[in-house]
């Protein structure tokens, strides 16, 4: 059975940073894609973050500079280090295997970036 998990959320201030985690069972992680997608109340979910299973990265142009994805390929685990956080990026991140026309979704976990 394939799992997704996300854990690292919670509240920060703004400025701050958070570290979020992704674990995936139940595949050969080494082969997959990961990514990060975020969705603000009432907004379409958007990518924040991509990598291939060979290391490529790819960024949303409101992120760059600030957030950076990585993998442990020995953990089956993907991350996302966030960094000057924003009031706007107040979201729930969900966390995406992808191997071809195969997707696993997590269930997200909550970040909110308030004084």
């Known amino acids: 059975q394939v799992q997704v998990v996300e854990s690292g959320g919670g509240l920060v201030q703004p400025g701050g940073s958070l570290r979020l985690s992704c674990a995936a069972s139940?595949?050969?992680?080494?082969?997959?894609?990961m990514g990060w997608y975020r969705q603000a109340p009432g907004k379409a979910r958007e990518l924040v973050a991509g990598?291939?299973?060979?290391?490529?990265?790819n960024y949303a142009d409101s992120v760059k500079g600030r957030f950076t994805i990585s993998r442990d390929n020995a953990k089956n685990t993907v991350y996302l280090q966030m960094n000057s956080l924003k009031p706007e990026d107040t979201a729930v991140y969900y966390c995406?295997?992808?191997?071809?026309?195969?997707?696993?979704w997590g269930q997200g976990t909550q970040v909110t970036v308030s004084s």
């Open positions: 990598i291939t299973s060979g290391g490529s990265t």
């Open positions: 995406l295997s992808r191997l071809g026309s195969t997707e696993h």
């Open positions: 139940g595949i050969i992680f080494r082969f997959y894609a």
